[in-house]
């Protein structure tokens, strides 16, 4: 009973009281019929609210928000249907996938009621109804649909169920707005394999990477020793470069191969291959002695003080025989 009705039938109940206690008991008895008359005829409907009425087993109407009268007896409100936005929460387990997969599903529906008179005359309970009609469209859902897919694409799921539960629906009057699945549950062994996947995929991806930064080193070596081939000087002077780098923490001995010191002076080898094919030869065929310029020593001593940098002690010269 709404407030309206309930302070009518309150206010008639009163003044039968004192019409019986001061006038008479036909007058209290008048009274006391208005407000069972009320009581049973007034009705309010709130502004989400639609009443479903009937008149003797047929539909009479269907009554909106506000006060409205009905006629006692003939008339029966046979369903107050709610309006509003409606949640269902529904789920399936052990639902196999498509590719046999046993899966654990809960989701989430929202929906509401657009045609008052179908839900309250079309189906039995709508609620149930919408319910028993989520559950079966999912696990339908999971039986067409692979596990791979189930999880990295939700939404296109989630479309589908809302087109399949909001076409069984229409015809009671419901419109789904939404679904949502909100967990996928997979069997413990099922989860520990997919991570070992999924760790040697990324051990895959990072040996493509490292390779590729492999090629790229090396691509950057080659043009490099092009490079130093068009320009002997550039080599020397990296080389130096090196040795020096090399002293700048502390005073250190460096051990150079004889090539290595060669390859720091060219002009000096140059010199000594030129003086070689010129007067090497004798007549019989046979090559004479050349002395070769002054080479620096296969050993260098370096040492590096924080005043000066470093400072190199050549050892005497040794001529190269060429037999």
């Known amino acids: 009973m709404n407030p309206v009705t309930s302070f009518l039938v309150f206010a008639f109940v009163v003044a039968a009281l004192a019409a019986g206690y001061f006038v008479n008991l036909y007058v209290a008895l008048a009274f006391f019929a208005g407000a069972v008359l009320i009581a049973s005829s007034l009705k309010m409907a709130n502004v989400w609210q639609k009443f479903v009425i009937l008149r003797l087993g047929k539909l009479q109407s269907v009554r909106g928000a506000g006060l409205f009268a009905i006629i006692p007896v003939l008339d029966t409100v046979i369903a107050i249907i709610d309006e509003r936005i409606q949640t269902t929460a529904f789920n399936a387990e052990q639902a196999l996938t498509k590719d046999t997969v046993p899966v654990n599903v809960d989701a989430i529906i929202f929906w509401h009621v657009h045609d008052a008179q179908k839900a309250a005359l079309a189906i039995t309970d709508y609620r149930e109804a919408i319910d028993r009609v989520a559950q079966t469209s999912l696990r339908e859902m999971i039986g067409s649909s692979v596990l791979a897919t189930l999880l990295s694409d939700r939404k296109q799921a989630d479309e589908q169920l809302k087109v ?86 502390r005073g250190a001995t460096i051990l150079m191969p004889s090539s290595m010191v060669d390859s720091m002076n060219p002009s000096a080898t ?19 002695a050349v002395e070769a310029p002054a080479v620096p020593a296969a050993v260098m001593t370096a040492a590096h003080t924080p005043a000066a940098g470093p400072a190199y002690r050549e050892a005497p010269a040794r001529p190269y025989d060429l037999k």
Do not use: C
């Open 270 to 288: 140059m010199l000594a291959l030129a003086l070689a094919g010129n007067d090497a030869l004798k007549s019989n065929g046979a090559l004479k």
């Open 164 to 249: 399949e539960i909001g076409q069984k629906a229409a015809p009671w009057g419901i419109s789904v707005g939404s679904v949502e699945i909100r967990d996928v549950a997979i069997p413990t062994a099922l989860q520990d394999a997919m991570s070992r996947q999924a760790q040697a995929e990324r051990e895959k991806q990072a040996r493509v990477i490292l390779g590729s930064a492999e090629a790229a080193i090396a691509s950057s070596f080659v043009a490099a020793a092009d490079t130093y081939v068009g320009h002997p000087m550039a080599l020397q002077l990296r080389a130096m470069n090196i040795i020096y780098e090399t002293t700048l923490e």
